[in-house]
């Protein structure tokens, strides 16, 4: 979703709450700038919940691309 509305708000079509890490690359190059004051930036905390008796192999591969991404999960 974020990649959507980034794409949207590069076009001129409003502002958007965007993470961080999908605009560094336009904020470095001055493509996209903050539209409000600092406080309003979030730090936000992300959960991923699963059935510990689905195992699918699908669901197996995401959780272990979740955990690898984040020493928190492991």
Do not use: C
């Not at 979703?1 to 965007?18: D, P, T, Y």
């Not at 992300?46 to 959780?63: C, H, I, K, P």
């Amino acid at each position: 979703m974020a990649e959507v509305l980034k794409k949207l708000v590069i076009e001129g079509e409003g502002i958007a709450w965007l993470p961080r890490s999908t605009i560094r690359k336009e904020l470095d190059a001055g493509e996209l700038i903050a539209a409000g004051p600092a406080h309003w930036n979030l730090q936000v905390e992300l959960r991923a919940y699963r059935d510990s008796t689905n195992r699918s192999d699908f669901l197996d591969t995401l959780w272990h691309h979740l955990r690898a991404g984040s020493p928190a999960l492991a």
